[in-house]
């Protein structure tokens, strides 16, 4: 208890981060964890202790990673965008059940968005008391041997490959798949942004159609608007931010080297 409250702060502002970035799509657990620990060292008043074992600094990302969870569902739900690789899969399962995330769910289906906030909740305190109980227990799957973890975890992606149609071709499917996820694991090519742009590739194909239709295969449709520019804007900002951070992950271990060097 003594550790949650010195922590609680960096709780909270990691929670209120998670929301943010769980908004923004694409972006993930992953960028919300690293934002809301950088936060937290930069205003605890144990900086020097982060990296060594500080409690605050665990709490602060853990916050911010599982704030995102909820938030993802917002860009899912209103717009049919991913928020990451998890709503990408929900994303999926709603397409196998015909339907379409946006805001036609919310008119055609509104007790299934209901029901949906409603187990989000309902998850978050059943996992308050089944995690406290069960994490000794779940911990102690990091020390099955590799050998043995790694057939069990295939048995079961074979068997759900082959349920959803009972068709082989879907497991040699899933097969080529986990090739290609082993080659862009081994050449460091990011498996999430391929997986987002296959499930949306279709939804991108149907409503690009439909605009041209409705526009009369004017191009300009798509520059129409306030709205069109905030999207067109957002979407300049984010490839920027990403090619700022990517030059800027590229500089840091050279600027590293030159301190360390006499």
């Known amino acids: 208890m003594a550790e949650?409250?010195?922590?609680?702060?960096?709780?909270?502002?990691?929670s209120l981060i998670g929301v943010v970035i769980g908004a923004i799509?694409?972006?993930?657990?992953?960028?919300?964890?690293?934002?809301?620990?950088?936060d937290a060292k930069r205003r605890s008043p144990n900086r020097d202790k982060f990296g060594k074992g500080e409690v605050e600094g665990v709490a602060a990302s853990e916050a911010?990673?599982?704030?995102?969870?909820?938030?993802?569902m917002i860009p899912l739900l209103s717009l049919g965008?991913?928020?990451?690789?998890?709503t990408a899969i929900i994303l999926g399962?709603?397409?196998?059940?015909?339907?379409?995330?946006?805001?036609?769910?919310?008119?055609?289906?509104?007790?299934?968005?209901y029901a949906l906030f409603l187990g989000i909740m309902l998850s978050s305190v059943i996992l308050l008391f089944v995690g406290n109980a069960a994490i000794r227990y779940f911990s102690l799957i990091a020390d099955?041997?590799?050998?043995?973890?790694?057939?069990?975890?295939l048995m079961f992606c074979v068997y759900g490959a082959y349920a959803v149609n009972n068709d082989t071709f879907d497991v040699w499917l899933m097969l080529a798949f986990g090739l290609l996820g082993y080659v862009f694991n081994r050449t460091g090519i990011p498996a999430a942004p391929f997986l987002i742009g296959f499930i949306l590739g279709p939804m991108f194909e149907d409503n690009l159609r439909r605009s041209l239709l409705i526009g009369s295969n004017d191009l300009s449709i798509f520059v129409r608007g306030p709205i069109t520019w905030?999207?067109?804007?957002?979407?300049?900002?984010?490839?920027?931010?990403?090619?700022?951070?990517?030059?800027?992950a590229?500089?840091?271990?050279?600027?590293?080297?030159?301190?360390?060097?006499?």
């Open 25 to 38: 799509p694409g972006t993930g657990a992953t960028a919300a964890a690293f934002i809301s620990y950088s």
């Open 64 to 72: 911010g990673n599982n704030g995102v969870a909820g938030a993802t």
């Open 230 to 248: 905030f999207f067109i804007a957002l979407t300049v900002g984010s490839i920027s931010l990403a090619i700022y951070r990517f030059i800027t």
């Open 4 to 14: 949650f409250k010195r922590s609680i702060k960096s709780i909270v502002r990691g």
């Open 144 to 153: 099955i041997p590799k050998a043995i973890l790694f057939p069990i975890v």
């Open 81 to 86: 965008i991913p928020g990451d690789v998890i």
């Open 93 to 113: 399962a709603f397409m196998v059940h015909g339907l379409t995330p946006g805001p036609i769910l919310f008119q055609e289906n509104l007790p299934l968005i």
């Open 250 to 262: 590229r500089k840091e271990p050279k600027r590293s080297v030159d301190e360390s060097s006499p």
